[in-house]
């Protein structure tokens, strides 16, 4: 059964310093790998998918770079903002002939400090 | 596009109710699923559709727990009766197989208290 493990579960930085989130699995045959963000309260927004053949993927200040082989993710921010503190999840699906759900990993919560 | 839409946003009920959970995926996404979110598990997937057809339900917790997608465009998630450790954030979300991405959209979720 797949587990996916987010450390730290919590980190608080001040602004404008660049930071790493991480995810690991224990299943290496996976389709893609999603990060989200969960604000307080509210639904889960997508921040990046990775498919499995991928190494990284790009948005603005963000990065995140899969190594599927030793089961493991990251997610860098980069110059860090108060509007960046939410809750990150990490989300692997596994490989397979159809749309199958998403494992979830715990999260970690992230404050940027003003 | 609205996104994929759910109601109610929040529910309160009492013990041994029945409660209705809806979902209207995003157009043209043929998969659709059911996750809950609580404090001690994080998101655990319940079970999903293609094409309406229910495909994976082994992570319904119970047989209090049904869900039905009666056509394309509108899902629920049925609990009867219900219970105080029912109480959880509801979350649906629907992806469109055919892009070969199956980048998964939720819903703005139910936060369910079953009192």
């Known amino acids: 059964k797949q587990e996916v493990t987010q450390i730290p579960a919590a980190l608080s930085v001040p602004e404008g310093e660049n930071l790493v989130l991480n995810c690991s699995f224990t299943?290496?045959?996976?389709?893609?790998l999603q990060w989200f963000r969960q604000d307080p309260g509210k639904g889960l927004t997508s921040l990046l998918l990775i498919q499995s053949s991928q190494r990284e993927q790009t948005s603005g200040r963000l990065n995140a770079s899969l190594d599927k082989s030793s089961g493991r993710s990251t997610l860098y921010i980069a110059a860090s903002q108060p509007g960046d503190s939410a809750t990150y999840l990490c989300?692997?699906?596994?490989?397979?002939?159809?749309?199958?759900?998403?494992?979830f990993g715990k999260g970690t919560h992230l404050i940027i400090q003003p | 596009d609205a996104g994929v839409i759910q109601s109610p946003r929040h529910e309160v009920t009492e013990m041994g109710q029945e409660v209705t959970l809806r979902c209207k995926p995003i157009s043209g996404h043929d998969y659709l699923f059911w996750y809950r979110q609580t404090m001690m598990r994080g998101l655990e997937l319940l079970i999903y559709?293609?094409?309406?057809?229910?495909?994976?339900d082994s992570g319904m917790p119970e047989d209090r727990f049904s869900a039905k997608m009666p056509n394309a465009s509108f899902s629920t998630l049925k609990i009867q009766p219900s219970e105080p450790r029912d109480s959880a954030v509801y979350f649906c979300?629907?992806?469109?197989?055919?892009?070969?991405?199956?980048?998964?959209?939720f819903g703005p979720g139910t936060r369910l208290t079953v009192l």
């Open positions: 559709f293609n094409n309406n057809v229910p495909i994976d």
């Open positions: 299943d290496s045959a996976i389709y893609n």
């Open positions: 989300a692997v699906r596994a490989s397979g002939g159809g749309a199958d759900g998403l494992t």
């Open positions: 979300a629907s992806t469109p197989w055919a892009s070969g991405v199956n980048e998964q959209f």
